[in-house]
């Protein structure tokens, strides 16, 4: 399997900052996707590889990679994405998660 | 908009099976998506537990390797719901248990099969094995 490693697992921040996570793969990967989860409401899909962001998702959302490095930027931090961030890669079976970033009110 | 909506018991006993369902509104299951399956063990990531895609009265189903041996994902298209039946369970199998819906993948063969990119979630329900 795919390992997807994840940093920071947490991280403080507040509302208007610049926050970056990153996500590693274990091997080359082409698609990488990235997810919210919020507590007490469903996961959400934020975005795909590098130009793919959902509908309705909001432009503060945006990716970048470097051969086996991913990274999800938020340009400004609002109150609703204080929950934790997963990345997920498309290219093997079984698909394989990041453990997950924290991202908490500073 | 499509919603859906994971049921099932909160307490199964070591050793038995594990079902849960997963109501689908908005959409119906047997139109061009897949259907799955996703856990989340108490202080852990997310694994993935395997997909189904309903067209013409067969199934495409894909499972994750570690539990294909325990594990069956079946669909009711009269009710538009989808299950997840995991047999034997053991502690480890307490987990947030997640029912997403998944744009298809084209295989080798030009088959459409269980996509990979997991578009809209459950808000998830615990399941814990415990006696």
């Known amino acids: 399997d795919i390992q997807m490693t994840q940093s920071p697992s947490s991280l403080s921040a507040s509302v208007g900052d610049r926050v970056t996570i990153t996500c590693r793969a274990s091997q080359t990967v082409i698609t990488l996707n990235w997810y919210r989860l919020r507590p007490g409401k469903a996961p959400e899909f934020l975005i795909s590889g590098a130009f793919t962001l959902r509908s309705g998702v909001a432009s503060r959302f945006s990716t970048s990679e470097s051969g086996t490095d991913f990274t999800l930027t938020l340009s400004s931090v609002q109150p609703e994405d204080f929950a934790t961030y997963f990345c997920q890669q498309t290219d093997t079976t079984p698909p394989t998660f990041g453990q997950g970033t924290r991202l908490e009110i500073k | 908009q499509v919603q859906l909506q994971e049921s099932g018991p909160g307490l199964v006993k070591p050793s038995e099976t594990l079902s849960v369902t997963c109501g689908v509104s908005?959409?119906?299951?047997?139109?061009?998506?897949?259907w799955g399956w996703i856990r989340q063990p108490p202080g852990k990531g997310l694994e993935w537990i395997g997909g189904?895609?309903?067209?013409?009265?067969?199934?495409?189903?894909s499972y994750n390797p570690s539990l294909k041996s325990r594990v069956a994902i079946s669909v009711d298209t009269s009710m538009n719901q989808f299950f997840l039946r995991l047999t034997s369970v053991t502690a480890a199998d307490t987990a947030v248990y997640y029912c997403?819906?998944?744009?298809?993948?084209?295989?080798?063969?030009?088959?459409?099969?269980?996509?990979?990119?997991?578009?809209?979630w459950g808000r998830g329900i615990l399941v814990t094995v415990s006696s």
């Open positions: 908005g959409y119906l299951i047997s139109y061009g998506y897949s």
């Open positions: 997403v819906r998944a744009p298809l993948r084209v295989n080798d063969d030009g088959d459409g099969v269980p996509g990979f990119r997991f578009d809209d």
């Open positions: 189904i895609y309903h067209s013409g009265g067969s199934s495409s189903t």
